[in-house]
Nanobody
Framework: QVQLVESGGGLVQPGGSLRLSCAAS????????MGWYRQAPGKQRELVAV???????NYADSVKGRFTISRDVAKNSVYLQMNSLKAEDTAVYYC?????????WGQGTQVTVSS
């Protein structure tokens, strides 16, 4: 069973930066895509960014130009560099992986943007 471990969340002031990391472990598998969702209080979970097995990326309009998703294939890891953070970026961020057995989720990491 695939396990995802996230790290890098925390409290940051508006305009600051954070880097989220997510490492996948478990049985050998072929990754189709990895990415990040987020869920703010009282709101639905929304897709933030995704990177496919060929390196294609896609971002939510609200984070384009500020967030960058990347991956380390050898480490089965995905990263989310978040710059110019805004209060509305406050949420629990979840990484996910799509592979032959389906989708697996991380436990979530809290990102709070506040002065």
């Amino acid at each position: 069973q695939v396990q995802l471990v996230e790290s890098g969340g925390g409290l940051v002031q508006p305009g600051g930066s954070l880097r989220l990391s997510c490492a996948a472990s478990g049985s050998s598998f072929s990754i189709y895509a990895m990415g990040w969702y987020r869920q703010a209080p009282g709101k639905q979970r929304e897709l933030v960014a995704v990177i496919t097995n060929v390196g294609s990326t896609n971002y939510a309009d609200s984070v384009k130009g500020r967030f960058t998703i990347s991956r380390d294939v050898a480490k089965n890891s995905v990263y989310l560099q978040m710059n110019s953070l805004k209060a509305e970026d406050t949420a629990v961020y979840y990484c996910y992986i799509d592979e032959p057995n389906g989708r697996s989720w991380g436990q979530g990491t809290q990102v709070t943007v506040s002065s």
